[in-house]
Every structure is written in C-alpha cells, then in structure tokens.
C-alpha cells in the first residue's frame, strides 16, 4: 500500500505541532477525548431529527484502554465517524478543523445555539504524536457500510486503507513511544495515571468517559444456611468504571448545590481543610458568555506571601481545562480568589493551553472584579466575623493593591480597610470611623506604630485622646505607606498624629508656641548642635501634653518607613534609608526647665548631657534602637 504525504507544507507543520506548540506532552489525552466528544456531540444532534440513529443520549460515552505490555493507549467513541473522505480531508490537511466546519453549517442553519463543539483549530489529534512514534485511527461513519483505518508514524506520511468495524464510530490507538532520558513515556501507561489526567482535564467532558474495571457482586451459591436462608459469596465481575464527573458544579442551577457540595468541591480542589467565608456564583450572558464560581478564603496558603505561590483561576472552555491558573482573568489585589471561570468565548491560541489577549478578558476581569468587591463588602456589613477572619489572613494584600501601580487600585480597595480604634477597642472599618464622627472633628487621626501597646502610649495621641476622638492605629509594616496614599477618605484630611498638624491648637496657642520657639532658639540651637547627625532639628512641640519629648520627622521618609526598611535583612540600600530626625520638646515639662537651667547657668557639659537623654528618650518612644544603650544608661545613672 503506498504511503500518502501530508498536504502543502502539512510535514513541516506537523513537525512543529509535535515539538513546539504543545508544552506540556499530557495534554495529547485532552485533545484526543475532546475530539471523540465532539464526534458524539455531532451524531447526538443529528439523532435529534434523525430517528434512524437509533442511540439514545445515555448510549453514548468514549472508552479508554491502556495496555502496558503492549505499549498502547486507545480513546474510542461511538460519535459520528469519518468516511474516507473525511480521513483524507480531517488528518490528511493539517489545522482542517471538521468540528469547526459541522459547527459553521449549523450556524448558517440557526440551529447551533446549544451545540458546544470544542475543536475549532483542527490540530489537537497531532498532540498524540508527542507521545506516540504510531497512531492508528479506525473509524466507521455514521450511514456508512464501510469502515478505513488511518495510520502514520508522524512526518513521513500516512496510510489509508479499509478495515473492518461492526460500529459507528471511531478508535484511536496510540502506540507510546519508549523512555528516553529526558522524557519517561511509560508513566501514561498506567492507569491511576489516565484516570488522573481525566481529572484534571476533561473531568467535566458532558460524556461519560469509562474504563474497564471489577466490581464485587453477591452470588447465590445455591446453598443454604443453617436458618434455611440462602448462602452469598462475593465475586468480582467486570464492569466499566465512569471516571470523569460530567457536569461541572458551576453548571448546575444555584438551587439545586447545597453549601456542603460546594463547600467539600472547594476543598477537593484546593486541599483546604477550612470552608471559604464566601463563594460567589456568576452566569453572565451578553458580550462574553461565561460562567464563574468563585471562592474568598478565610486563611492563607502558608506560600501566600512568596514566590512559590501560584496565583490565578481555572480556566475552562466547554467543560475542557484550559489553564490551571490564569492569573488574567482576576486582577492581581484580589489574588487569594480561588475558583473556575468556564467560557466558549475564550479567545484560545492554537494549543489551547494559553489566551490570546482580547477584549473578552478584560470584560471578564473587570466583572469579576466587582463581584468579588461587592461580596467583600457584604461580608463586612452583614458577617463581620467572617469578614474579620478573611481580613486577618488577606489584610496585606488588600493594603499592598492600594500602593500597587501609582495607586490605580485604590479607589476600588479603600472601603475594604479596617484598622485597631482606640475607643472600640477592636477593628473597625475606614468608613464607619467616618460616619461616628463628632461633628466639630474634621480630620481622621491615625498613628503608625508596630504594636498597639506602642500606640496606646504616644505622647503625640494624648491631645487627641484629651479631645474625646478616636485615633486608628495602625500596626503593619506597610500601614504608613498607604495612609500616605490615600491621603483622604469620604472627603476627610487623614491626620497622622506623629507628623502632621493635629488641627486642634488655637491661633493663641500657635502664637504661643512661636513666641516660646523664638524665645528659646539659642538653647534649640545648642541642643541641634550637641546632637550632631542624629537630628535635623530640634523644636518646641504644640502637641505634648504631659510627656517631656518625642521624636518626629520631616520629608518623605517616615520612622515607621525606616523601620521597615530596616527589616530589609540583606538589602544594604534600603536598610541605609532613614528617616529626618526631629526632636521635640514640651516647654512646659520640668526637664526643660532642667535643660533650660543649665544652659542659662553656663553648664553646658549637663545640658549637653540632658540633650542627649532627651534624645534617648525620644528613640525609645519611638520604637527606634539606641546605637548605644550603654552610653544612655551612664548618662541617666548621673543624675542621681
């Protein structure tokens, strides 16, 4: 029999169909029971005006058999076959999708509506080929007495020759090439192995996909037992096992899954032991059809926060797999959703394994994200300890997205913020801080510190505490960063208690504070002087009440800004990024009048030795370490 060559240029591109376009080898399983579904799909649909089909919808499922001595893997249907002509034209002329052609023909009829035909690209059969050093189809067509039988090696050609098949339908058999160094072959000879790539790909197939398998039955044994009753014994038998689920949860109607499937379909895909605090269903139909089951978790993968973790969602189109973890589809501040966004509009590349970027993504994307902020929002407003619980695990990323991309999030995640009240005495959100508001406060007070205990006893708070408002504190490492910004929140200045004019002192007691600073400049000055680098200046303070000293900073860089980039262990730059030093003093506290003493009285070794208490002092308010404790245990041993 001669051996047929491929069509036009077919030798060079099943070449790079077989070593370039697929990345992954297992996916030749998924593209070979795609094709028998949608060999399936197409007789099923012509069964429905065709009574001569004689196939009822439950007659129909694709076969698996693996055959480890032998080397074989066969995928059959009993679909709508292919003629001669059909073998000629389908895996004859490389990138010839016939599902795509069946699907044309019955769009231009309107009677496609509820047809999901998977193959569009015709070039999922040559994955085999990844695999496979022979594949072997042999078809029968549905109103054919006649059955052919395909083969080929790969790029030298095929061969087409009729054969004998009692029925409609079509078998491909893969003859798995053997183990090399690089590639183990033989794995995709066991069975565990198939059932597992089923899974994963094509568990959501609408057909049953089976595979032989035993099951115990009890057998009369035609005896009977003391008490006259008749006497069992199990035998195995064989049967055939479906393995693949079929109809995907997300599919189903809301009513009919209850939260304990949806709950237990979570941690089966996810292997989380704790239910999410949220699952969001979408069925959008209009500029992209897709459907959507979405998951908020209530903690953190332990990788969460490093490079190992792989953000994203399933991405599925007619109930194939597609991606593991498409992160475009989610955007990147809500990365700890979990869940499957099934679709027919995907705009696929030609391996089906990645997206082409379009305008259907981002419509998705942009729906997506305000399910997902809408849900987060409810939560907050009708299951706070739910909401509490999310935030406790997923509070840095929420923070980070508002910083992310010159702050393009921050608009979207602000709402969503909590943080610690000094008079709630637990979390609240940004916006109900607002609405608790006194009407003679015009500005949102918060103060960065690393512990709540820190917070609770800055100098700088005590003004504000006098006043009856509350103060946010703010206690990760990333919280300065996004006050700064946000800057505002509902029209409200944030104030940050450490830096920032409080808005709370009269014009009396600005002037007041002026007078006391001019009066007082050569002693600041002295003061600036005997601390050296360590400050950038040295002011008299309108916010101390009863503490002596506090330590501030001008520009753009923070303390709590330098104390994070001091955890930067290894990073030489931003461990070298500080903070502008600034001391203030409270002139009405008796270690001025101290310092203030003996300055005037010509003893400057002791205001000198004063200053640098007072700066001490300041650092260990602040949550800074002092360079050298010891030096500040001497000097404050002298004063008794």
Request: glycine share 6%.
């Amino acid at each position: 029999m001669a051996k047929k060559q491929f069509k036009t240029e077919s030798k060079r591109i099943l070449d790079l169909m077989i070593n370039s376009i697929y990345t992954h080898p297992e996916i030749f399983l998924r593209e070979i029971i795609s094709n028998a579904s949608d060999a399936i799909d197409k007789l099923c649909y012509l069964s429905l005006t065709d009574e001569n089909v004689g196939l009822q919808r439950s007659d129909f499922k694709i076969k698996l058999g693996v055959s480890e001595p032998d080397r074989i893997i066969s995928v059959s249907d009993n679909g709508i076959g292919m003629t001669k002509e059909e073998l000629e034209n389908n895996l004859g002329v490389i990138a010839k999708s016939g599902s795509k052609k069946f699907k044309e023909a019955m769009d231009k009829g309107g009677d496609a509506a509820d047809l999901d035909i998977i193959g569009q690209f015709g070039v999922g059969f040559y994955s085999a080929f990844m695999v496979a050093d022979k594949v072997t189809v042999i078809t029968k067509a549905y109103g054919s007495d006649e059955a052919w039988k395909w083969e080929s090696a790969g790029v030298d050609g095929y061969t087409v020759e009729a054969c004998e098949k009692d029925t409609i339908g079509t078998d491909v058999i893969m003859h798995i090439k053997e183990d090399v160094e690089e590639s183990e072959y033989t794995r995709y000879l066991n069975e565990m192995s198939i059932g597992q790539l089923v899974k994963k790909y094509s568990d959501f197939i609408r057909w049953p996909i089976v595979m032989d398998g035993m099951r115990m039955e009890q057998v009369d044994t035609g005896e009977k037992d003391e008490n006259g009753e008749p006497v069992m014994k199990d035998v195995e038998t064989p049967c055939e096992e479906v393995i693949n689920s079929m109809v995907p949860i997300w599919q189903r109607d809301k009513d009919e899954v209850t939260k304990e499937e949806s709950d237990q379909f979570y941690e089966n895909i996810y292997y989380d032991y704790e239910p999410p605090v949220a699952t969001i269903r979408v069925n959008a139909e209009g500029q992209v059809t897709y459907k959507a089951l979405l998951f908020i978790p209530g903690r953190a993968p332990t990788n969460f926060f490093s490079d190992q973790f792989e953000p994203g969602l399933q991405l599925y189109s007619n109930g194939v797999m597609i991606m593991e973890r498409c992160k475009d589809v989610i955007p990147d501040c809500f990365r700890f959703t979990r869940g499957v966004v099934d679709s027919p509009d995907f705009p696929l590349n030609i391996s089906r394994e990645t997206l082409q970027s379009g305008r259907q993504l981002k419509i998705i994307q942009n729906n997506l994200e305000k399910k997902v902020k809408n849900e987060l929002r409810r939560l907050m407003d009708e299951e706070p300890e739910n909401y509490e619980k999310f935030y406790s695990a997923f509070a840095t990323q929420l923070k980070y997205g508002i910083v992310q991309n010159q702050g393009e999030k921050k608009e979207l995640l602000t709402d969503l913020l909590m943080f610690y009240s000094s008079t709630e005495k637990e979390l609240v959100p940004l916006r109900e801080y607002k609405t608790k508001m006194p009407e003679d406060q015009k500005l949102i007070y918060y103060a960065c510190t690393d512990s709540i205990e820190r917070a609770e006893a800055l100098p700088q708070a005590e003004q504000v505490r006098q006043k009856g408002y509350e103060i946010l504190y703010c206690t990760d490492d990333v919280d300065d960063f996004i006050m700064r910004r946000l800057e505002e929140f509902d029209g409200c200045k944030l104030c940050n208690v450490t830096t920032d004019d409080l808005g709370l002192e009269t014009e009396e007691e600005k002037e007041d504070v002026e007078k006391k600073q001019e009066e007082n400049k050569e002693l600041l000055d002295f003061v600036k002087e005997s601390l050296g680098d360590e400050v950038t200046d040295v002011r008299i303070s309108g916010k101390l009440v009863s503490a002596p000293v506090f330590l501030t900073s001008d520009g753009e860089i923070s303390i709590e800004m330098e104390k994070y980039f001091m955890l930067m262990k290894g990073n030489d730059m931003a461990q070298n990024i500080h903070a502008n030093h600034v001391l203030e003093l409270n002139a009405e506290h008796h270690a001025f009048a101290a310092l203030k003493e003996a300055y005037d009285a010509g003893d400057k070794d002791r205001a000198a030795r004063l200053s640098k208490i007072l700066l001490a002092q300041g650092i260990l308010i602040a949550g800074l370490p002092l360079e050298n404790a010891a030096e500040y245990a001497d000097l404050v041993c002298e004063l008794f």
